[in-house]
Each structure stands twice: as C-alpha cells, then as structure tokens.
C-alpha cells in the first residue's frame, strides 16, 4: 500500500535558507530599532494555561485560540452524558487545560504580574516569537505566524505612543517600504457610540467596524443592523466611517461633535496630544487619523494604532495600542500599558512582492576553497580562519572533487568568490581568487584577498 506523502499543516510554511535570509533582515532591522529605544528582551512559553488567555480577545478570539489535548486518559474526565451533549465548549474546558498563545500581549502581562517584584517600572520589552491561531488560511493569513512585539507598561504618558510612531517609521524606512500609520482611539469609538445612541454596543460596533477593510461598509452596517442598532443611529455612524480630511480638520470635527461626552472628549485630546509630539521630530511617512479603525480585541482602551502598505494589497503590517488595565485581569490593577506588533510574515511578502531585498540576501558563504587534495587543503585552511577572524564567511569543498563540481557548488549557492591554490600557488606563497560574477581571476597575496573581500561585504 503506498505511503501519503509527507505534508504539513495548512497554514504552516517550511523556510529554506534564503527565505530564512530574508526574515533575518526582518528581524535584524526591528530588534536594532527596539534596542536604540531602550526595549529590553524577554521570552515566554509557547504554551500557556488556557485559562491565561480565554475571555482577553473577544468572543471571535476565542474560538481562534488552539487548545492542547491534555496528556493521559483524558476521556475518563468526562462522562457519557458530556461525551453525547456534543457541546464543544464544555468538552473542549473538560479535556484541555493548556493552549498555544494566540498572541504575545496576554502572555507579557501574565509575565508582569508573575515576575512584578524583579521588573523596574516603566518596563520596557520587546518580544520575537511565533504565535498560533485557528483561522482560515488566505494570502497574507497564517495559522502559525511570528510576531515581533514591544510594550511600555507602567507608564500613562503619551510620549510612549508617538515613540512608537517613530519606530514605525524607522522599521519601515530602513526596509523600504512605503506605509500609513492609521490611528484612532478607543475613548473616541465610545463617545461615537454615545452619540448614536448605544454606548451599551460598544463590543457589537467596534468588532463590526474592525472588519470594513474586509468587507465592506455595507456589510458592516448590516452586521450592526442585526445586532441591534437602528437605522437612525446607522445614518449618524455612517458619515464617521468615511470622515474625510487633514487631521486638524477630523480633530475639529470630533471636538464639536463629541462635545458633550467626556469620554469621547478625553480621547480627542489624547489624540491631539500625542500628534502634538510628533510634530516634534516628524515622521517620513504619513500619519493618518481614521475614525474607521476600531481593532476587534478587548483589552485596547486608548490609543489604537494600524500600519497599511501603501504599494501592496496585503492586510495590517504592524497593529497595537493603548490597555489601560490589562494585568488587572491577572490580580495587578491601575498598571497601564501600550504596545505595538510588527506582522513579519506580511512584511516579508510585501517586501519579496515589491522586490526590496537586497541582491546579497541568501549568500552564506562569500568565499569557496577549493579542495585539490590534502595538502593544499591543508593550506588553505589557516587562511580560512584568518578571513573569518576578520568577518569574512567562507568554506572549504570537504573533498577533492572535480574541480567543475566545485565550481558548480559554488555558483548554485551563489558564492561569490572562489579561492584555489596549487603546487604553484604553495611555492609562491599565494592563493588564486576568482570573482563567480565577472569571471575575473588574479593571483594574491593573503592580505591582499582580505582587501578585496572586506570592500565587497561593505559596499
């Protein structure tokens, strides 16, 4: 009988050496970025307890979330009568107690509150790993995704959120790729739905309008239609949705009309305050206030923050936001927190769409020895080491294959420069290096090849 061909997951992508290449430079550039601004490093579990994360992303978030089996005779924890209910809740609650975090932030605050007493506030963290969720694999949607979070908590100021448009910036200038940062506020949103009338459908609107990217404002109102609103309060929420403008005139705008709202009013002038402080030092790319921003997760209670591509269709390349509370949950209260997300993966396709890595991306090795036999293999190889003291990446053949193998190895993992020594070489005290790209071969002293490697690796 013949064997299934192995596979992996939907959802779930192999990486081979360029691409790994290539999601290095990604991380590279967003850690250097993080520690020019004083963010500091930490790690936290794959997995955590399933009662760490439920109830913390919304109701959609929660079926999102991938429960882990617990290990063992699990079934004996649940009688016939459970088994036949088929209520995949209750079971799921019966059978698991652990899940795969669905994002970083939760986990980061299960980890403030954990570890309070050995953290100096305003803690400032970055965090770089994957995170798993249950959703429908499309283009630019994964079911296994890293993230490359920071967080400021302890700290109420607004300078936390306009550093972080600037690392926004910085990322995105450093990788090429033109972007909109999307900002918007929470408080504002609140003061929206007391002015139409239902501030009690606070979840309903917001997890509505989080999706008009996706489908569309017509979708969107009907959603909210069948939740509830009326149609009344549809046509006052309507124009907001498409408030159109420069940022001083939206913010003169929402002065007026949430006038009368003191949440509403608090978040305009949080709003204006943190653009205020951008003004500071400005942005290269445009800053956008977007009343049809909401972010569909619970926790956000402030500032709310999207970066869009402007070059590419492709989902939110960086998302986060201001949570007034969050380690509340977990027994910490009055701790206010902000944070942003950089989407790698998305960032990644955006970059490889619009063709912005650089050609060197992918070279391993920058220099191929090539192995004629024992003794000029061992010649070779002390000036192998002396390239690499100076940080030259480079290898030697492992056995004495024909030279046109060699050659070849090196030209199909584009290795740019090939190193060859002989009788004649090794009496001269001298090595051959040829240039794979222009073909060119000149004979050289040591010093001389470290030369014209070092010029290449810095161009």
């Not at 004996?76 to 975090?101: F, G, M, T, Y």
């Not at 506020?185 to 989080?210: C, Q, S, W």
């Amino acid at each position: 009988m013949a064997k299934d061909k192995p596979g992996i997951p939907k959802g779930t992508r192999d990486f081979d050496p360029l691409e790994i290449s290539r999601r290095e430079l990604i991380f590279d550039t967003i850690r250097e970025t993080y520690r020019m601004h004083g963010f500091r490093p930490i790690e936290t579990p794959a997995m955590e307890n399933l009662s760490t994360l439920t109830g913390k992303y919304g109701e959609e978030g929660d079926r999102l979330i991938f429960r882990v089996l617990n290990s063992g005779d699990f079934p004996s924890k649940v009688d016939d009568a459970e088994w036949q209910s088929k209520n995949p809740q209750r079971l799921a609650a019966r059978i698991s107690d652990k899940a795969l975090r669905y994002d970083l932030t939760v986990p980061f605050a299960r980890y403030v509150v954990q570890h309070q007493h050995h953290i100096v506030f305003p803690f400032k963290r970055y965090q770089m790993q994957p995170v798993w969720r249950a959703d429908r694999p499309q283009k630019g949607r994964y079911r296994e995704f890293f993230q490359c979070d920071a967080d400021v908590i302890g700290s109420d100021s607004l300078f936390n959120e306009a550093e972080f448009f600037q690392i926004i910036d910085k990322v995105f200038s450093q990788l090429n790729i033109d972007v909109r940062i999307l900002v918007n506020n929470r408080k504002i949103l609140a003061g929206v739905a007391e002015y139409i009338g239902f501030p009690h459908k606070m979840g309903l609107i917001t997890t509505a309008i989080d999706k008009l990217d996706k489908v569309g404002l017509d979708q969107v109102l009907d959603e909210l239609a069948r939740g509830g609103i009326t149609v009344e309060a549809l046509e006052k929420l309507n124009p907001l949705l498409q408030l159109s403008g420069s940022n001083d005139e939206k913010m003169a705008f929402l002065s007026d009309l949430l006038k009368d709202s003191e949440t509403g009013t608090r978040g305009v002038e949080e709003v204006r305050e943190m653009l205020d402080i951008i003004a500071v030092t400005p942005l290269h790319c445009e800053l956008v206030l977007d009343l049809s921003l909401a972010r569909g997760l619970d926790y956000y209670t402030g500032a709310i923050i999207e970066v869009k591509a402007l070059d590419v269709e492709m989902g939110s390349l960086c998302g986060g936001g201001r949570y007034d509370d969050l380690t509340g949950i977990f027994g910490l209260n009055d701790v206010s927190g902000v944070g942003i997300s950089f989407g790698a993966d998305r960032i990644y396709d955006v970059m490889l769409a619009l063709e912005r890595f650089p050609d060197i991306t992918g070279t391993f090795s920058q220099l191929l020895a090539i192995n004629f036999g024992p003794k000029e293999r061992n010649y070779c190889l002390p000036a192998l080491e002396n390239l690499r003291s100076i940080g030259v990446q480079c290898e030697m053949y492992p056995e004495p294959a024909k030279l046109k193998k060699q050659m070849q190895y090196a030209d199909k993992n584009s290795i740019p420069f090939v190193l060859m020594a002989g009788e004649e070489e090794m009496k001269r005290q001298v090595f051959s290096l040829k240039d794979m790209r222009s073909g060119d071969q000149q004979e050289l002293m040591l010093e001389q090849i470290s030369d014209v490697l070092m010029k290449y690796i810095e161009r």
